[in-house]
């Protein structure tokens, strides 16, 4: 039939393109080493980056909870899933950012699908920066909204698009690239905001938990309150190492939210286990410093030795350090040499990186010590290619 020759058409090209995608499957916890099939490896490419998705505190958090709450939550948050853990949780993560409130979601691109859809109606203005996430691009354009992409951290190209519209505006970055491991201009974007009656929306999946002395992440770094960025949003699959995403900002944002977004309405709450969960992540984010420190020390480390090597860091001051490959085919082979050598380091290539940007992704972990980033750097030297 004509569906199915359209699949496989598409299945052949992406092959032929070396875009093809498989997954790999794990037969442990996530952490600095995994098994896969019968042989162990190095795993450089979670975003686990403070060690603590298989933390034993953490999964005793989740037991307990699984003990006294059960498994499922049973409904949506509207409807009766709404649970002591769920409620104990958004009250921590408005506390920790120092926001009035928090929202949970069942993931960040529900979250982010579910905050655009309901913030923003025909007519008005969505102006985001080329590089973010898939979800605040599919977002701002299921929106709605006019939708603008502005050049990547290009401030002064996006005051002028904010300056030729009219009505309501809201800006929409990540707060660290999650492909590129670098940040957002945010007092800048601030500003510009400011001056001209916008929004400012920042998805910190890949700063929270890491970026700034608490770990609040990126708006911690830029010193930036609720009336700076009205919109935060972060996820807890990442430096947390649980599951879900919240949103924070002020009393009238989240229950505009509780009383319109789709994503939040229609779907069932996490399991209460898991909130749970992320209640022990935070406790240890917070009280443990160390987890940052060690992960900054590896991050510096990572890098002198890098460019030492010739290697061809990008701009990245984050746990996320790609080396640039440009080919896709290239970065495929050399994702499965590594993986050869037993280090797990995914080829990133187009659709989600744009065309001849095709490179790997390396992300660091506190979980990692000192000698297995060593590893890592001896075994890029010996296999990556030179002039
Ligand atoms: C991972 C990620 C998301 C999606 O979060 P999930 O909870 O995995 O759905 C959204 N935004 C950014 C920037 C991300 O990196």
Redesign the pocket.
């Known amino acids: 039939g004509a569906l199915a020759d359209r699949l496989t058409a598409g299945l052949a090209q992406r092959r032929q393109n070396k875009l093809y995608r498989q997954r790999l499957t794990l037969q442990s916890a996530q952490g600095p080493v995994v098994r896969v099939g019968n042989k162990e490896y190095l795993n450089f490419c979670s975003?686990d980056y403070l060690g603590l998705a298989a933390h034993p505190q953490v999964v005793a958090a989740f037991q307990r909870a699984a003990n006294c709450y059960g498994v499922g939550s049973g409904a949506s948050h509207l409807v009766c899933g709404h649970s002591a853990m769920h409620q104990q949780l958004e009250e921590a993560l408005a506390e920790f950012t120092g926001r009035p409130r928090a929202l949970l979601f069942s993931?960040?691109?529900?979250a982010?699908i579910g905050i655009l859809a309901s913030l923003l109606q025909r007519g008005d203005h969505v102006f985001e920066d080329r590089l973010n996430?898939a979800?605040?691009l599919d977002g701002g354009l299921h929106s709605g909204a006019r939708f603008r992409r502005f050049g990547h951290g290009d401030v002064a190209g996006l005051e002028r698009k904010l300056g030729a519209a009219d009505g309501v505006k809201l800006v929409v970055v990540?707060g660290v690239f999650?492909m590129d491991g670098d940040t957002a201009p945010l007092p800048e974007l601030a500003a510009s905001c400011a001056r001209h009656d916008a929004w400012l929306m920042v998805?910190d999946?890949?700063g929270f938990g890491v970026m700034g002395s608490r770990g609040a992440g990126s708006t911690e770094v830029a010193g930036l309150g609720v009336s700076e960025v009205p919109v935060l949003m972060a996820?807890?699959?990442?430096a947390l190492g649980t599951?879900?995403?919240f949103v924070a900002g002020s009393e009238l944002l989240v229950e505009s939210l509780i009383q319109q977004a789709r994503t939040y309405i229609y779907t069932t709450a996490l399991p209460p286990a898991l909130a749970a969960a992320s209640l022990e992540s935070l406790r240890l984010l917070r009280e443990e410093c160390w987890r940052r420190d060690h992960l900054a020390n590896l991050i510096q480390r990572f890098r002198r030795a890098a460019e030492q090597l010739g290697l061809p860091l990008m701009p990245s001051s984050s746990a996320i350090q790609p080396l640039l490959v440009g080919d896709p085919g290239k970065a495929l082979a050399l994702s499965e040499q590594l993986k050869r050598g037993g280090f797990l380091i995914g080829a990133i290539r187009p659709p989600t990186v744009s065309s001849g940007t095709s490179r790997l992704r390396i992300t660091l972990s506190a979980g990692h010590s000192e000698a297995q980033l060593d590893r890592l750097l001896e075994q890029l030297d010996s296999c990556w290619p030179r002039a």
């Open positions: 975003n993931s960040g691109y529900m982010n996430h979800s605040l990540d999650s998805d999946a890949h996820t807890l699959g990442k599951g879900g995403a």
